[in-house]
C-alpha cells in the first residue's frame, strides 16, 4: 500500500471564497483502488464553533471546549463536552432530576418543546456511547450534534433576547414620542 498527499484548491460552495484542502490517500498495490483516508482544510483556518453570547457563560465555555475537540478530530472528546454543555443548559434553566435524562425530561416543565428536549437528548447519548461505550462516531455525526445544540440554545436564549431588545426599543420609540408631544 502507498500514501499519498493531495492538495485540492477549490470554491466554497457557500460563500465562493477559495479553500485549500489536503487529502491523504492510500493506494493498493494495483495504484488503481484505494481510499480517503482524510481530508484537511488548511486554508483558510477553520473557525471553532461558538454558541451567542446570550447563552450562559459555563455552557458557552464547555461547548467551545468541546467545538475546539472536534477541530482536532477528537470526536469521542468533543461528544462528552458537548452532553456537558447540555448538562450545564439544564442546570441553568432549573431542570430537577438526579441524571441528565431526567432533566431533560423537566425541561418540559420549563417550556422548553418536546423537538429541543429530543435533540438534547441526542447530544447526551452521543456523549453517554461515546464515553462509556467506547463508541466513534464520524465528523459529521458530531458537527450534527452541536448543530443541534446550537440550534436549542438559539431558541432558549438568543430569541428571547432579541425580542427583549425589540420590545426594549419599541417602547424607547414610543416614550421618545410621548415626550415631544405632550
Not at 447563552?55 to 472536534?70: I, K, Q, S, T, Y
Request: net charge negative.
Amino acid at each position: 500500500m502507498r500514501t499519498w498527499l493531495r492538495q485540492i484548491i477549490a470554491n466554497c460552495s457557500h460563500c465562493r471564497e477559495t479553500v485549500v484542502m489536503h487529502q491523504l490517500l492510500r493506494f493498493n498495490e494495483d495504484g488503481e483502488t484505494g481510499e480517503v483516508l482524510r481530508v484537511i482544510q488548511v486554508w483558510p483556518e477553520r473557525q471553532s464553533r461558538e454558541l451567542h453570547p446570550s447563552a450562559p457563560n459555563a455552557v458557552r465555555d464547555l461547548f467551545a471546549e468541546g467545538a475546539r475537540a472536534e477541530a482536532a478530530e477528537a470526536y469521542r472528546a468533543a461528544g462528552a463536552m458537548y452532553r456537558a454543555a447540555v448538562e450545564e443548559l439544564c442546570k441553568d434553566l432549573g431542570a430537577a432530576g438526579n441524571n441528565l435524562a431526567k432533566k431533560i425530561n423537566d425541561l418540559v416543565n420549563r417550556g422548553v418543546t418536546p423537538q429541543i428536549m429530543e435533540d438534547l437528548h441526542e447530544a447526551r447519548l452521543l456523549g453517554n456511547w461515546s464515553l462509556h461505550d467506547g463508541l466513534e462516531f464520524s465528523a459529521e455525526e458530531v458537527a450534527d450534534v452541536a448543530e443541534l445544540i446550537a440550534e436549542a440554545v438559539h431558541i432558549l436564549y438568543v430569541q428571547p433576547e432579541e425580542r427583549r431588545a425589540m420590545r426594549d426599543a419599541r417602547k424607547a420609540r414610543r416614550d421618545a414620542f410621548a415626550a415631544g408631544n405632550p
